[in-house]
């Protein structure tokens, strides 16, 4: 169940919600792309591509140490020093805000990979095999499906402890029914079809069936709904580092910044609106870029 | 279809009427007091919570035996002076000022008393800080079931009673003091049950309880028959805001008028001219801490190059902008035991890395700082990771992990926090309550693990001379041993509290324990 | 179909069987223990003994599960373990303060949503038409607690238009419903665009502007009566999801509602209070997708229940 902290790509739910989102999910691209003819997609990937170069290349991107204390510098407003200003502790914003791109692209990436994983396995297996492992299946995804998705992650980290290899996990675990509900799906079609039958009835083995020729026909639609979930994972990571389960200090965490600069928000405005605005500008790119990618590999998922 | 729409239509209409028919009666020009409060996340019966929060508002409905004023002197409240112990130091005798009222009109006598002992030591209650008052003579056989009444208290008539305790304590009166030992009324409290606290909370206080909304507000309102000065307030309302930013707008729009005002946000208030005159300052009585757990380290010399790598001064003034004062005891000045000739802790990294080459470790160590993740952002977040600034250039490499309450309440109590930085404000004005930190059973939950026999026998020894000179030396020495020789904890520094009240709200004053208390509280507009 | 509701209604069950059985289990494998955070950091091994007892939490793990379903089936939650409120007390209350919320999120989501929708419809590809679009994109890419912030400030505190915080007076729900709202208006207007579009190139539309019809009344009357279907849909699955997605939002408003029972109960690992919550948003949850499933079966005859999932 979506919860404020996800971007509507984590969302999980059921179909006819699936539905309603992938209708949703389309809605700048699908109308600017007919206004710009996919220049917006391009400038989505571009900025992207922008944002991974920065995460890789922190160290020389960024001015300062993100974690480079200086007390009796401590916010300051932005200046030629400081283009940003300091925090609380004399840290440069700026610096901070580079380094969090790391934190935010890879536990987007990485969880939904993780999500991935998990949701295409049992998912495929309840596709294929029916029946019971179905219904098992089946009804594992409704159980996990009916928690509330920041409540979930708040209980997985518990569980696991802090760290940021643990958000990866948390949120990982949290999205891959969505994978799981569409791949099975899927599958299911699929199976129906004649060659898969021709295949089954020519001996192939299960595994190899569902391998080699149900699953590279979901891959398009697994593709597309990574990229979309990416935003989610991200928004949830920034909401859980928000209420201090995240990243551990001194790690720069985008969600954790605007935690930390909200007691500020009257005196320091930019101190809580920048590094807000990196994540919406993240969340944004993925946003177009997993629509238009949408468009162009699976135009089933369109209406 | 036209069915569909007319529904859709009727929901908006029913959403947006019932939005707005809920408005919240505005308070009238009465005198009442708004305070901005932490929501309450338990009942107001002070036997089945610890929290200052709670406090805040039971004190001003139920009252205690005896209390601190504002000059840290016990005095009597509900009794007609203070007794004084037996020959053999056991035995107190009180007599209760005749005729005080409950709220519900009842009358207290010393059966109530009896009542309110007997409740907090039978088990099924669940009473939580027993452990002040285990003392009292019969009170550990109740706890354990073996006794239904309570050995050590003689009812002697209506007014009079008779405490007596398995030993002599010097700070008994003390604990009486404390809001855990307040008095109900044994029939209300008895009918109320389970929703004493709850729906029903009846006192002897200035205030009774008009509505207990642990979601919104709990309001209270002037008692009229109060045995003591009567208030001045027509009531107090504590409205509840949990965060703590959104406690300060709300206070900026004027619609609370007294709330604690964090020190990470006090300069930027202190340099606004609205504000400045409208902060308050309060120093409570206790020290910011770090605890070195000794299962993890236990070779004194990391311990002292631990303390020596931290630069107090940095902390006060940088960190801190001179909001803290740098601590050179644990127990803090104003209390008894404190040293006011103690020099300052020294800073010196150099050493801090000779005396870690001594100890083995050349090339420095590592260490891991647990800290709650609801102080992150907040004064013991921010001085940990300056803490952990400073111990990097000392070689030591400080991982700093950020866990929730409770994670960190197990870790602490299994002893499995290598190093935590920690705060410790005294409940009641005597050393006894704060230096029993470092006193080996309780230093063992505390994930310090000290366990120092000289330590001990001389806080036991303290707990039974009743001669302030004497016991004051001795809280010196045990001071000493625990942060000078030892380095069982590192003091850093004591804290200043602030808290903005608005102009026209006349007549308080933090009480040296911590706790709000708006008894003669005005408003004067 | 009476069989199918009836083996739906039965899947429900095991629903809320295995979220109360994931939650139990999850409480007692997170570190933290309630009687420790309940006492003070001096409290005694005896102490924390004795209280632990009081509260039954020194039984076997197996038999506390049994003892809250044996009573839970019985509709007794239990009670909180911090404040000892009945669990369905405080649920009651607390749930009226989310609907509140959620439906006014709800009811402004709809209005800009639809008229935002409609009107990029008519506009399309103007101007107006990419910057509701792109206003839209960026509603729904923004962090809620930080545009939770934003609207607390500036709405709140600087133009003093609505209450910063609480439920205690009028217009209190306005900044929370506002800043719970904007992701649902990208997509309400985003279904209606749609729809709208889709409506209008149908001949009756060209009809009845063919008739002479004032292009009002085509619009209202004709064209968005017809594209209301699948907002209301949408509408309906995004219900659930405000219910449960307000958790942040209470937290900054200080709204006393399921969202901040949630948050607060499982920080205080207060099992009694999370179990209910949890329960009570499971059961909406399920609730919701029952009653969106029956209607799909209604509006879609074509939609087989021996696959019923």
């Known amino acids: ?303 | ?525 | 179909m009476g069989a199918y509701i009836l083996k739906r209604l039965a899947q429900t069950f095991v629903v809320l069987w295995g979220v109360s059985l994931v939650t139990f289990i999850l409480m007692n494998v997170v570190p933290g223990d309630p009687v420790l955070l309940m006492l003070e950091r001096r409290a005694r091994p005896e102490d924390v003994a004795r209280v632990r007892h009081e509260m039954g939490l020194d039984k076997p793990r197996a038999v506390q599960y049994f003892e809250f379903v044996a009573k839970a089936v019985r509709l007794d939650l239990g009670r909180s373990y911090f404040t000892k409120e009945p669990v369905t007390t405080a649920l009651t209350r607390r749930f009226g303060v989310t609907v509140r919320l959620a439906s006014l999120a709800y009811a402004i989501a709809l209005l800009l949503g639809i008229s935002m929708g409609v009107a990029a419809a008519l506009k399309r590809g103007s101007a107006f038409d990419s910057l509701i679009t792109g206003g839209a994109a960026l509603g729904i890419s923004a962090p809620v607690f930080w545009v939770a912030i934003l609207l607390q400030i500036v709405f709140g505190l600087r133009l003093a238009w609505f209450p910063i915080s609480g439920i205690r007076s009028p217009g209190s729900f306005v900044l929370p419903a506002a800043a719970l709202g904007i992701r649902y208006i990208a997509s309400i207007s985003r279904v209606t665009r749609t729809s709208m579009l889709e409506v209008i190139s149908q001949d009756y539309i060209r009809t009845a502007r063919a008739k002479g019809l004032a292009e009002k009344t085509v619009i209202l009357k004709h064209a968005l009566k017809n594209a209301l279907i699948p907002i209301i849909t949408l509408a309906g699955t995004e219900l659930g999801n405000l219910l449960a997605g307000s958790m942040l939002t209470e937290w900054v408003f200080a709204i006393p509602g399921m969202g901040k029972q949630m948050v607060d109960s499982i920080l205080m690992r207060d099992l009694p209070m999370l179990q209910g919550t949890v329960l009570y948003v499971a059961v909406i949850f399920v609730m919701s997708n029952l009653v969106v499933d029956i209607s799909y079966a209604f509006i879609d005859p074509r939609i087989r229940y021996s696959h019923g999932d």
Request: with cysteine; glycine share 8%.
């Open chain 1, 1 to 303: 169940m979506a919860t404020e902290g996800a971007g509507l790509g984590a969302a999980g739910g059921f179909a006819g919600q699936e539905d309603a989102e992938a209708r949703s999910r389309g809605f700048w691209a699908d109308s600017m792309s007919r206004l710009a003819e996919n220049r917006l997609v391009l400038a989505a990937a571009l900025i992207l591509a922008v944002l991974v170069a920065v995460a890789i290349f922190a160290p020389s991107v960024a001015p300062y140490d993100p974690a480079k204390q200086s007390l009796a510098e401590s916010l300051q407003g932005p200046g030629a020093r400081h283009l940003l200003g300091t925090d609380e502790m004399g840290r440069d914003i700026l610096s901070r805000i580079i380094y969090g791109t790391r934190i935010s692209l890879s536990v987007g990436i990485v969880s939904q990979i993780i999500a991935c994983c998990v949701g295409v396995c049992l998912g495929a297996l309840a596709g294929f095999y029916g029946g019971f492992t179905d219904t098992l299946i089946s009804r594992a995804i409704e159980i996990f499906s009916a928690f509330p998705e920041l409540l979930f992650a708040i209980g997985i980290m518990f569980v696991l402890g802090p760290g940021v290899i643990n958000v990866f996990i948390a949120l990982g675990l949290l999205s891959w029914t969505r994978y799981a509900r569409l791949v099975r799906g899927q599958v299911m079609q699929l199976r129906e079809m004649e060659y898969a039958q021709a295949c089954v009835a020519c001996g192939g083995s299960n595994a190899r069936v569902i391998l080699r020729h149900l699953l590279p026909n979901c891959f398009s639609t697994i593709i597309v709904l990574v990229t979309l979930g990416i935003p989610g994972a991200i928004l949830m990571e920034a909401s859980l580092s928000y209420i201090g389960l995240g990243v551990q200090p001194p790690t720069a965490s985008w969600g954790q910044m605007i935690s930390a600069a909200q007691q500020y928000i009257s005196f320091y405005p930019y101190y809580s609106i920048a590094p807000g605005i990196a994540i919406i500008v993240t969340v944004l790119a993925f946003n177009i870029f997993g629509d238009g990618l949408r468009d162009a590999l699976d135009p089933r998922i369109r209406e």
């Open chain 2, 1 to 525: 279809m036209e069915m569909m729409r007319k529904n859709a239509l009727g929901i908006l209409l029913v959403v947006m009427s019932v939005f707005f028919l809920t408005a919240a009666a505005s308070a009238a020009e009465k005198k009442i007091l708004r305070y901005g409060a932490v929501p309450m996340k338990s009942t107001l019966d002070m036997e089945l919570n610890t929290y200052n929060m709670v406090m805040d508002i039971s004190d001003h409905i139920t009252e205690t035996l005896v209390r601190y004023d504002d000059d840290m002197n016990i005095v009597p409240v509900l009794v007609k002076e203070l007794p004084k112990p037996s020959a053999d130091g056991k035995t107190y005798r009180f007599e209760l000022k005749p005729g005080i009222k409950f709220h519900d009109g009842t009358t207290l006598k010393a059966s109530d008393v009896k009542f309110t002992f007997e409740r907090m030591f039978t088990p099924s209650t669940g009473a939580l800080m027993t452990s002040l008052y285990t003392m009292i003579e019969g009170a550990p056989e109740m706890l354990d079931g073996k006794a239904t009444t309570l050995k050590g208290f003689k009812v002697i008539n209506d007014n009079v009673f008779e405490i007596t305790l398995s030993s002599p304590y010097s700070p008994f009166l003390a604990c009486l003091s404390a809001s855990y030992a307040s008095i109900y009324p044994e029939k209300a409290c008895k009918a109320a049950g389970k929703d004493w606290g709850l729906t029903t909370f009846i006192g002897t206080g200035p205030f009774k309880a008009e509505k207990i909304d642990f979601d919104n507000a709990v309001s209270t309102v002037r008692f009229d028959d109060y045995h003591g000065t009567k208030a001045k307030l027509d009531g107090i309302e504590f409205v509840f805001i949990e965060d703590p930013n959104t406690r300060r707008m709300e206070y900026e729009r004027g619609n609370i008028d007294v709330m604690w005002l964090d020190a990470t946000i006090y300069p930027e208030y202190s340099k606004n001219a609205k504000f400045a005159p409208e902060i308050r300052e309060f120093t409570p009585m206790g020290t910011i801490y770090v605890n070195l757990n000794f299962k993890f380290v236990d070779d004194v010399k990391v311990r002292e190059a631990v303390s020596l790598a931290i630069d107090r001064g940095v902390l006060t003034r940088d960190l801190m902008k001179s909001t803290a004062k740098e601590a050179t005891t644990f127990i803090p000045p104003g209390m008894m035991g404190h040293d006011p000739s103690a020099p300052k802790y020294e800073f010196n990294v150099e050493k801090a890395k000779a005396l870690l080459a001594e100890a083995g470790y050349p090339d420095g160590l590592e260490l891991e700082g647990i800290v709650r993740n609801t102080n992150a952002t907040g004064t013991l977040g921010r001085t940990l990771l300056s803490v952990q600034n400073m111990l990097a250039a000392a070689g030591i490499d400080l991982k700093v992990t950020q866990v929730d309450p409770a994670t960190w309440t197990d870790m602490r109590n299994a002893g499995k926090v290598p190093l935590s930085i920690g705060n410790w404000y005294a409940d009641f004005a005597d050393p006894d309550g704060l230096i029993t930190l470092m006193e080996s059973s309780i230093s063992r939950t505390l994930s310090a693990n000290y366990n120092s026999p000289e330590y001990d026998g001389l806080l036991a020894e303290g707990r039974l001379i009743t001669d302030a000179a004497k016991r004051e030396e001795i809280y010196k020495k045990a001071d000493h041993l625990a942060t000078r020789v030892d380095y069982a904890t590192m003091p850093l520094f004591h804290e200043t509290m602030y808290y903005l009240t608005k102009p026209y709200v006349k007549n308080f004053k933090m009480t040296p324990t911590y706790v709000f208390h708006f008894f003669g509280a005005d408003i004067v507009k």
